[in-house]
């Protein structure tokens, strides 16, 4: 077909809208005490996700276009450019060609120029190769595949490549040198059986197409950067699903999605990025690792070690993490069913990184099944996520900023990591299953409405890494206390938590937003735990747990709080209530579980008066005699004790 003005000014266009969504977010950042990346910290500003009008542009002039046709052990070729023996195709100058036809053992290479730009129809195109990538570019500028509307077309290869020394870094069924850019309407499938389906080695740009990825290792790496603006992506991954792995630059080893669809199963991390992952839309369906039923977090906070031989079948067994019973006494009942990778019929794979001129650019062979993760910066400002991970959900060496999208997640470690700062400004956050729920050195909540499961604590802040294991990722080997803050300003948040409720090593400062936390329901834990200062100068707060390690705002706070301790236990599902002097109601809250101990917190409570707590069949008188109100006779009197696990 012929280009057409239309296709040209529709492509401009879209280039345009998506080149000012790359550039509107700028994201908050501060440098971690840890990271695997070599570069200085990068965030969402530094890098550049625009994607150029050509990338879009599916037209091209079929007359002035080499044809190319694989049939019956050979390949024919109208027009100039390109030569054959036997089914290898070598295209050696720029320009446009049209593939089609069946390859039993055949190989399509572009070999041009290093300015020279090709573009590569496929319409209806079938290669298989027995010892070598299906589709290997060694030298051009850039190439593109363009999917031809309503074509079905594969590429495969096999478990083992003959590689010579012209080509001994090959590890991918598409491999390119080049820059490489994927569009059109159609549908690309890649059967990669030896290592990597698709690999750049400079930057991969996805903008269309219906593209079915299995692959033994990654399914597909842009090792400059990944930019993926729509398409339909079905991934089975022996090991990562998307990744980006360039250390030498802040601005490269990005990845950046602002559309598409994604239904991604991967043994270790479907979305991997040394630096920055940006995801301003598309819709996310991710399991990792076998799911969050194979999880890598016991609940009593030790590793599973046996999750690793499940990653592939969905597996964990009584090993694995589940919640503790009403009373707090380990596992009760069996974990959620979750979904599995058992028809990926793939196996665990340990990722092994070289630092040889391969794909995997780093020696790091720890196992990781993280659903998104970045070594810099992970930032969600649009989205649908469905995650099940048998890791953390969504993890971060440096920061998270999460300012949109609903993000649903079911997690076998913690729900959100960041080793640096997390900071949550708008969107859905709800964590149905988790060890932590949200955890970071400063956790900042500013909106959104969130909701937390979690069988330790439902927010924690502390400092350093959760990598403090061989055993296994997240170990949340916590100790730093200086520069850890809670910081709830806005929003709804709502906490399902075994452990800590809201968890800080350092201070917890509320100014505004709502919380409802549903606590221990053992002594040992509190539904507020903090390590400095409490303030509260605003917000609603209502928090009910176990009697001996509870804890209550500070008196430096501007805005009444109380604590008050029930004269027996309340058993779980009983509405709790509490009405001032005339009857009204000032706050309300029904606990799933059991509980002996409530903190309060309102704008609505005021110096002198007399408030009734009611619940079940029990019902008690509190006077507000000064800025905190408690009759607690815990070990923590209402004050401040240490943050870590378990206290």
Same mark, same amino acid.
């Given at each position: 077909?012929?280009?057409?003005?239309?296709?040209?000014?529709?492509?401009?266009?879209?280039?345009?809208?998506?080149?000012?969504?790359?550039?509107?977010g700028?994201?908050?950042?501060?440098?971690?005490?840890?990271?695997?990346?070599?570069v200085?910290?990068?965030?969402?500003?530094?890098?550049?996700?625009?994607?150029?009008?050509?990338?879009?542009?599916?037209?091209?002039?079929?007359?002035?276009?080499?044809?190319?046709?694989?049939?019956?052990?050979?390949?024919?070729?109208?027009?100039?450019?390109?030569?054959?023996?036997?089914?290898?195709?070598?295209?050696?100058?720029?320009?446009?060609?049209?593939?089609?036809?069946?390859?039993?053992?055949?190989?399509?290479?572009?070999?041009?120029?290093?300015?020279?730009?090709?573009?590569?129809?496929?319409?209806?195109?079938?290669?298989?190769?027995?010892?070598?990538?299906?589709?290997?570019?060694?030298?051009?500028?850039?190439?593109?595949?363009?999917?031809?509307?309503?074509?079905?077309?594969?590429?495969?290869?096999?478990?083992?490549?003959?590689?010579?020394?012209?080509?001994?870094?090959?590890?991918?069924?598409?491999?390119?040198?080049a820059?490489?850019?994927?569009?059109?309407?159609?549908?690309?499938?890649?059967?990669a059986?030896?290592? &990597?389906?698709?690999?750049?080695?400079d930057?991969?740009?996805?903008?269309?197409?219906?593209?079915?990825?299995?692959?033994?290792?990654?399914?597909?790496?842009?090792?400059?950067?990944?930019?993926?603006?729509?398409?339909?992506?079905n991934?089975?991954?022996?090991? =990562?699903?998307?990744?980006s792995?360039?250390?030498?630059?802040?601005?490269?080893?990005?990845?950046?999605?602002?559309?598409?669809?994604?239904?991604?199963?991967?043994?270790?991390?479907?979305?991997?990025?040394?630096?920055?992952l940006?995801?301003?839309?598309?819709?996310?369906?991710?399991?990792?690792?076998?799911?969050?039923?194979?999880?890598?977090?016991?609940?009593?906070?030790?590793?599973?070690?046996?999750?690793?031989?499940?990653?592939?079948?969905?597996?964990?067994?009584?090993?694995?993490?589940?919640?503790?019973?009403?009373?707090?006494?380990?596992?009760?009942?069996?974990?959620?069913?979750?979904?599995?990778?058992?028809?990926?019929?793939?196996?665990?794979?340990?990722?092994? =990184?070289?630092?040889?001129?391969?794909?995997?650019?780093?020696?790091?062979?720890?196992?990781?099944?993280?659903?998104?993760?970045?070594?810099?910066?992970?930032?969600?400002?649009?989205?649908?996520?469905?995650?099940?991970?048998?890791?953390?959900?969504?993890?971060?060496?440096?920061?998270?900023?999460?300012?949109?999208?609903?993000?649903?997640?079911?997690?076998?470690?913690?729900?959100m &990591?960041? =080793?640096?700062?997390?900071?949550?400004?708008?969107?859905?956050?709800?964590?149905?299953?988790?060890?932590?729920?949200?955890?970071?050195?400063?956790?900042?909540?500013?909106?959104?409405?969130?909701?937390?499961?979690?069988?330790?604590?439902?927010?924690?802040?502390?400092?350093?890494?959760?990598?403090?294991s061989?055993?296994?990722?997240?170990?949340?080997?916590?100790?730093?206390?200086?520069?850890?803050?809670?910081?709830?300003?806005?929003?709804?948040?709502?906490?399902?938590?075994?452990?800590?409720?809201?968890?800080?090593?350092?201070n917890?400062?509320?100014?505004?937003?709502?919380?409802?936390?549903?606590?221990?329901?053992?002594?040992?834990?509190?539904?507020?735990?903090?390590?400095?200062?409490?303030?509260?100068?605003?917000?609603?707060?209502?928090?009910?747990g176990?009697?001996?390690?509870?804890?209550?705002?500070g008196?430096?706070?501007?805005?009444?709080?109380?604590? &008050?301790?029930?004269?027996?236990?309340?058993?779980?599902?009983?509405?709790?209530t509490?009405?001032?002097?005339?009857?009204?109601?000032?706050?309300?809250?029904?606990?799933?579980?059991?509980?002996?101990?409530?903190?309060?917190?309102?704008?609505?409570?005021?110096?002198?008066?007399t408030?009734?707590?009611?619940?079940?069949?029990?019902?008690?008188?509190?006077?507000?005699?000064?800025?905190?109100?408690?009759?607690?006779?815990g070990?923590?009197?209402?004050?401040?004790?240490?943050?870590?696990?378990?206290?």
């Open positions: 077909m012929k280009i057409s003005d239309t296709k040209k000014l529709a492509a401009i266009t879209a280039a345009f809208f998506i080149t000012v969504a790359a550039f509107s700028c994201s908050e950042s501060a440098n971690s005490s840890q990271t695997t990346s070599s200085s910290q990068a965030a969402k500003s530094d890098i550049d996700a625009s994607i150029a009008a050509e990338d879009i542009d599916v037209g091209y002039d079929e007359e002035s276009s080499v044809g190319i046709t694989f049939a019956d052990g050979s390949a024919a070729i109208d027009g100039e450019g390109a030569t054959s023996e036997g089914e290898t195709v070598t295209i050696s100058q720029a320009g446009t060609y049209i593939l089609s036809g069946t390859a039993n053992n055949g190989r399509i290479i572009v070999a041009a120029d290093k300015k020279a730009e090709v573009k590569l129809i496929f319409n209806g195109l079938d290669i298989t190769c027995s010892d070598n990538a299906p589709l290997l570019v060694s030298k051009a500028k850039k190439v593109y595949i363009v999917l031809e509307d309503g074509t079905e077309n594969v590429l495969t290869d096999s478990a083992s490549y003959s590689l010579g020394e012209d080509d001994s870094n090959t590890d991918g069924a598409i491999f390119s040198k820059d490489l850019t994927i569009n059109g309407s159609g549908t690309l499938t890649v059967n059986n030896y290592k &990597h389906g698709i690999v750049s080695k930057d991969l740009v996805i903008t269309d197409g219906n593209i079915n990825v299995t692959s033994a290792s990654t399914a597909m790496e842009g090792k400059d950067s990944v930019k993926i603006s729509g398409g339909t992506f991934i089975s991954a022996g090991t =990562n699903g998307i990744k792995t360039n250390t030498e630059a802040s601005d490269k080893g990005f990845i950046s999605v602002t559309g598409g669809s994604f239904t991604v199963v991967a043994n270790n991390d479907a979305f991997e990025a040394e630096t920055v940006s995801i301003e839309g598309g819709s996310f369906d991710i399991t990792t690792g076998g799911g969050s039923a194979n999880a890598s977090m016991k609940s009593d906070g030790t590793p599973n070690r046996n999750w690793q031989n499940n990653m592939s079948n969905g597996g964990g067994g009584p090993n694995g993490m589940g919640r503790p019973d009403d009373n707090g006494n380990g596992m009760g009942g069996d974990p959620p069913a979750m979904p599995t990778a058992d028809d990926t019929g793939l196996t665990i794979e340990t990722a092994a =990184n070289t630092t040889t001129d391969s794909t995997d650019t780093t020696d790091n062979t720890s196992t990781s099944a993280k659903a998104l993760k970045a070594g810099n910066e992970v930032n969600i400002s649009g989205g649908e996520f469905k995650i099940d991970s048998a890791d953390d959900s969504v993890h971060s060496n440096g920061n998270i900023v999460i300012t949109g999208g609903n993000i649903s997640v079911a997690s076998g470690d913690n729900g &990591h960041a =080793n640096g700062n997390l900071t949550i400004s708008d969107g859905t956050v709800d964590i149905t299953k988790s060890y932590e729920g949200i955890e970071g050195s400063i956790v900042t909540i500013d909106g959104g409405t969130i909701s937390v499961v979690a069988s330790d604590d439902g927010i924690n802040c502390a400092g350093g890494s959760d990598t403090g061989t055993d296994r990722m997240g170990a949340d080997q916590f100790s730093s206390q200086d520069g850890v803050e809670l910081n709830i300003n806005g929003g709804t948040v709502t906490i399902d938590a075994d452990g800590d409720g809201l968890d800080s090593n350092g917890f400062t509320m100014v505004g937003g709502t919380v409802c936390v549903c606590g221990p329901t053992n002594g040992g834990n509190g539904a507020l735990d903090y390590n400095g200062t409490a303030t509260v100068t605003g917000g609603t707060l209502i928090a009910c176990a009697v001996g390690m509870e804890e209550v705002f008196d430096n706070s501007t805005q009444y709080s109380v604590l &008050h301790d029930l004269g027996s236990t309340v058993s779980a599902n009983e509405k709790l509490i009405t001032d002097s005339d009857g009204k109601e000032i706050l309300s809250f029904t606990p799933t579980k059991t509980w002996q101990s409530v903190v309060f917190t309102s704008a609505d409570l005021n110096k002198g008066e408030y009734t707590i009611t619940a079940g069949s029990q019902s008690e008188t509190v006077t507000i005699d000064g800025i905190v109100t408690s009759n607690s006779k070990m923590s009197f209402g004050r401040g004790h240490g943050g870590g696990r378990g206290f």
